[in-house]
């Protein structure tokens, strides 16, 4: 592992994994981290150049007061592909993953991205007050202004690691094991509080839908057959990106929000042939 340091002093850790000409850049989620890729990124094999990395106060990156926004961690991205030299990259977010890459995309277009890939999260995940009922459905939002901040509140209160418990298992299949479940909370806990309640606030209240017309790269959407996103969230996004591709992942492929964990060789296979069928694939 190495890591870098930002403008504004935290250090943000990464891991460079493979020498293929392609590289591609992980984007995780809220509360998750870099090491949940591992077993995708083995199952990958070396054809691809993988970077990836924590946000900041995740993971094993450094703690910071400040920068809890997705605005922030768009521009720790953008500062992490500077720090690498990388002109041109795969960028794959999920779920507030996926937030981050849309705000890099509305600051910083898209001269750098080769393609994205984007897993297992809603253009828009709370209520916000202009987003129609019909629309809501449509998008996947997923709690009102009342849910957001009563799980906020949680987070802080004296319950927070029942709260962030109940959370991570809404979020897989029944099928994971006792160990990988204990393992994916230990890292999920090391997102402090009250940075993680901050972001988290700043995340669900954001509304991407007018971002992803403007992704003009091929792009591949992946949703979960039995996930707390509805699957017709993913379908709708894919509708918004021209030339987008769509996979759903059945509840036997890992199809909750953990797809690239539960059943990394199936998720790998999906996202590889994706990338390369957009590239040259590198002789062997």
């Given at each position: 592992?190495?890591?870098?340091?930002?403008?504004?002093?935290?250090?943000?850790t990464?891991?460079?994994?493979?020498?293929?000409?392609?590289?591609?850049?992980?984007?995780?989620?809220?509360?998750?981290?870099?090491?949940m890729?591992?077993r995708?990124?083995?199952?990958?094999g070396?054809?691809l150049r993988?970077?990836?990395?924590?946000h900041?106060?995740?993971?094993?990156?450094?703690?910071?007061?400040?920068?809890a926004r997705?605005?922030s961690l768009?521009?720790?991205?953008?500062?992490?592909?500077?720090?690498l030299?990388?002109?041109?990259?795969h960028?794959?977010?999920h779920?507030?993953?996926?937030?981050?890459?849309?705000?890099?995309?509305?600051?910083?277009?898209t001269?750098r991205?080769q393609?994205?890939?984007?897993?297992?999260?809603?253009?828009?995940?709370?209520?916000?007050?202009w987003?129609?009922p019909?629309?809501?459905?449509?998008?996947?939002?997923?709690m009102?202004?009342?849910?957001?901040?009563?799980?906020?509140?949680?987070?802080?209160?004296?319950?927070?690691?029942?709260a962030?418990?109940?959370?991570?298992?809404?979020?897989l299949?029944?099928?994971?094991?006792?160990?990988?479940?204990?393992?994916?909370?230990?890292?999920?806990?090391?997102?402090?509080?009250?940075?993680?309640?901050?972001?988290?606030?700043?995340?669900?209240?954001?509304?991407?839908r007018d971002?992803l017309p403007?992704?003009?790269v091929p792009?591949?959407?992946?949703?979960g057959?039995?996930?707390?996103?509805?699957?017709?969230?993913?379908?709708?996004?894919a509708a918004?990106?021209?030339?987008?591709?769509?996979?759903?992942?059945?509840r036997e492929?890992?199809?909750?929000?953990?797809?690239?964990?539960?059943?990394?060789k199936a998720?790998?296979?999906?996202?590889?042939?994706?990338?390369?069928?957009?590239?040259?694939?590198?002789h062997?």
């Amino acid at each position: 592992m190495t890591d870098f340091i930002t403008r504004d002093g935290c250090s943000i850790t990464y891991r460079v994994t493979g020498a293929g000409e392609q590289t591609l850049v992980i984007l995780p989620g809220w509360s998750q981290t870099a090491a949940m890729f591992d077993r995708t990124i083995e199952a990958l094999g070396r054809d691809l150049r993988v970077v990836s990395y924590d946000h900041r106060n995740h993971g094993e990156s450094g703690r910071s007061d400040g920068g809890a926004r997705i605005a922030s961690l768009a521009a720790d991205l953008d500062e992490l592909l500077g720090q690498l030299g990388i002109e041109k990259a795969h960028l794959l977010g999920h779920s507030m993953g996926c937030s981050v890459l849309w705000s890099y995309i509305d600051r910083f277009g898209t001269d750098r991205i080769q393609s994205t890939v984007l897993v297992d999260q809603p253009s828009v995940c709370a209520l916000v007050p202009w987003l129609e009922p019909a629309d809501a459905a449509e998008v996947g939002a997923i709690m009102d202004f009342a849910g957001a901040d009563a799980f906020a509140r949680a987070l802080l209160g004296p319950d927070s690691d029942q709260a962030r418990a109940d959370f991570l298992t809404s979020m897989l299949t029944p099928d994971i094991s006792a160990d990988d479940y204990a393992w994916m909370l230990a890292e999920n806990m090391k997102l402090p509080m009250p940075f993680g309640a901050k972001l988290l606030l700043d995340h669900v209240t954001q509304d991407w839908r007018d971002v992803l017309p403007r992704i003009d790269v091929p792009t591949l959407v992946t949703g979960g057959a039995v996930s707390h996103v509805a699957a017709s969230s993913q379908e709708w996004i894919a509708a918004q990106i021209p030339g987008a591709k769509l996979v759903v992942f059945s509840r036997e492929d890992g199809g909750a929000h953990f797809p690239f964990y539960e059943q990394p060789k199936a998720f790998a296979k999906v996202l590889e042939d994706f990338i390369f069928a957009n590239t040259r694939r590198p002789h062997r």
